[in-house]
């Protein structure tokens, strides 16, 4: 009935610190996931575990639906059926619960584990962290897969101009870093090798939707110039390609409900006039375009140029603390436009973090356009619900349409993860997913001395 999940851990594995890893350290994490007082991003994937209600409302002390069998068996239960939830399982990691068990959820996100002394159950264990300059791993013997390979991983945190210097003296042997335009150096070296992976992660536009007006965001959509972008700053779209709809997955195509976008300034002009004649819209209104950094990137430059030639100028304001930036961004929502990158999953519910009516920050999403569109609500609940995929394709196909013409998020172009690494370096096969990077079977990897 896809309510009911029960796991079997194994009982070879051990934390870095030897404890053994346990079903409680399960129940601790999910149970922190949720928590109230510290809004997390799993938040609406966990919304229908078994009890939730009452434990966040204070009526319970503990999740229902998260039952401690024995050491090694764990039970989950859900109010009702979520498709969303085994993709969950696959982003969230565990927690050690005699670590962190006594730390108040509202101090949990802030507690120096995180960034001084983290452990985990892996391949590599953390020795060493120097904050803004690297962060020294070393081989876990007693790793439940084998020891590995590798004696250690060293992970650096240098300028992206220093990592194609890195490669050369033989500081580095693996990066996703390199600049574009030092890419093409590395093609053709034999004691390199270049992998282009496509990726979950697409850069946008986003409006608030609160100062756009609808006509203002169509005419975003049909301003910018996806293929000039993409052949012009991303090696003849080798490292990027144009993307139109926040929902690309493959298996929602092709869809009734997807608006045609294209680059059509002409088109853009009249939205904006229209926007203008209907009073919603001041011909003369500078849009206020922030972005995280101190000076706005090529890519950037080209959205304000291909604005300003529609009749949108904009103004630039850099806020380059990230900090700061999410304040502005996600918290205070003071902003006109902003460009950046977003992800998402083979799973369509992953959108909701953007689109779910009131999830902001503070609920631990990132609605930071203000969207709010009772149907699209509906749709996203009916698809989390739904486990027949048959019946799924056409609640993602009407929410697809839905968000093209709200014109929140405006897609603007998929990514292109570029590995670059020593030909050294054997059996390495990293991987994105969204924003998060997969060294998979990275015990395996090894160094060709």
């Not at 799924?392 to 690494?421: C, F, H, N």
């Amino acid at each position: 009935d896809g309510l009911t999940f029960t796991f079997h851990l194994r009982p070879d594995v051990v934390w870095h610190d030897g404890e053994p890893f346990t079903a409680e350290d399960v129940a601790f994490n999910f149970t922190a996931a949720v928590h109230p007082d510290n809004p997390t991003f799993w938040g609406p994937s966990l919304s229908t575990l078994k009890g939730l209600t009452a434990f966040q409302n204070g009526t319970a002390d503990s999740i229902e639906g998260l039952n401690v069998v024995d050491e090694q068996t764990i039970q989950i239960t859900l109010e009702s059926p979520s498709m969303s939830f085994l993709d969950t399982l696959a982003f969230v990691g565990i927690l050690p619960k005699h670590i962190l068990g006594d730390v108040p959820a509202a101090e949990l996100a802030e507690n120096e584990f995180f960034s001084k002394s983290p452990i985990g159950t892996g391949p590599f264990k953390v020795v060493e962290v120097v904050e803004d300059q690297y962060i020294r791993l070393e081989r876990n013997e007693d790793y439940f897969l084998g020891s590995p390979k590798l004696a250690g991983i060293n992970f650096f945190y240098p300028d992206s101009t220093t990592v194609a210097a890195g490669f050369e003296t033989g500081e580095i042997d693996l990066s996703s870093s390199l600049p574009t335009e030092d890419v093409e150096r590395f093609l053709n070296n034999p004691d390199f090798n270049v992998v282009f992976q496509p990726s979950s992660v697409f850069c946008n536009v986003t409006a608030n939707v609160e100062r756009i007006p609808k006509d203002v965001r169509h005419a975003i959509q049909f301003a910018i110039d996806r293929d000039t972008i993409t052949d012009e700053l991303f090696m003849d779209s080798q490292l990027s390609i144009p993307f139109y709809h926040h929902l690309g997955q493959d298996f929602l195509q092709p869809n009734p409900y997807e608006k045609e976008i294209y680059y059509d300034p002409d088109m853009a002009r009249e939205l904006v006039q229209s926007a203008v004649d209907a009073g919603e819209w001041d011909a003369d209104h500078v849009l206020d375009f922030i972005f995280n950094g101190e000076e706005p990137s090529e890519e950037i430059l080209f959205i304000q140029q291909f604005l300003a030639d529609v009749g949108l100028n904009s103004a630039f304001r850099g806020v380059g603390d990230r900090a700061a930036f999410n304040q502005t961004y996600l918290e205070e929502h003071d902003f006109d436009i902003v460009s950046g990158c977003n992800a998402y999953g083979p799973e369509p519910d992953s959108v909701n973090i953007y689109y779910k009516c009131g999830y902001g920050a503070e609920e631990g999403g990132y609605n930071a356009s203000l969207f709010c569109n009772e149907r699209a609500d509906e749709l996203l609940e009916a698809g989390r619900a739904e486990t027949d995929i048959a019946k799924r394709i056409p609640i993602y196909q009407e929410l697809q349409g839905i968000l093209d013409d709200e014109a929140a998020i405006i897609p603007i172009r998929l990514s292109v993860t570029k590995w670059v690494m020593t030909s050294r370096l054997k059996d390495a096969t990293p991987q994105y997913y969204g924003h998060l990077t997969n060294y998979d079977a990275i015990e395996k990897w090894y160094l060709e001395e």
